[in-house]
């Protein structure tokens, strides 16, 4: 079996998969980085949403042999004491009710401000495509608008 040295929160691992292993479950069985959900398996849900490169994808999608050389972040390392302005708005905002989609809600929404730092509702809405089969985009919008402003005062 092939070993691939990964980047995965900033530091490099070793794994041994076969190349067309998906990312998702490189990290979940091999890394025991469980905070990336699987959903669908068909990047339609959006439940394992990782950082690659700086942008939010579907890692059920990603092969193992695609990754290297490039930088991996998921939901554990979006902030190593859980203090993200995003991860401080959705609990100021109480937006989880199961839970299962938020860790990729975070990836997502994580990427849209690091590119757009104020997004309209529009461009949330049009960017955060992930599925939340309990209801929570309302809250999650106003949770990014929250997370924006707490950005922007730092």
Known sequence: MPKYSISVNNKMMSVEADADTPLLWVLRDQLNLVGTKFGCGIAQCGACTIHLNGNAVRSCMISL??????????????????????????????????????????????????????????????????????????????????????????
């Open 65 to 154: 042999s695609g990754v290297a050389n490039n930088k991996i972040v998921t939901i554990e390392g979006l902030s190593a004491t859980g203090d993200h302005p995003l991860q401080q708005a959705w609990e100021e905002l109480d937006v989880a009710q199961c839970g299962y989609c938020q860790a990729g809600q975070l990836m997502a929404a994580a990427a849209l401000l690091r590119r757009k730092p104020h997004p309209s509702d529009e461009e949330i809405d049009a960017t955060m495509t992930n599925i939340c089969r309990c209801g929570t985009q309302i809250r999650i919008r106003k949770a990014i608008h929250l997370a924006a402003e707490k950005l922007s005062s730092k």
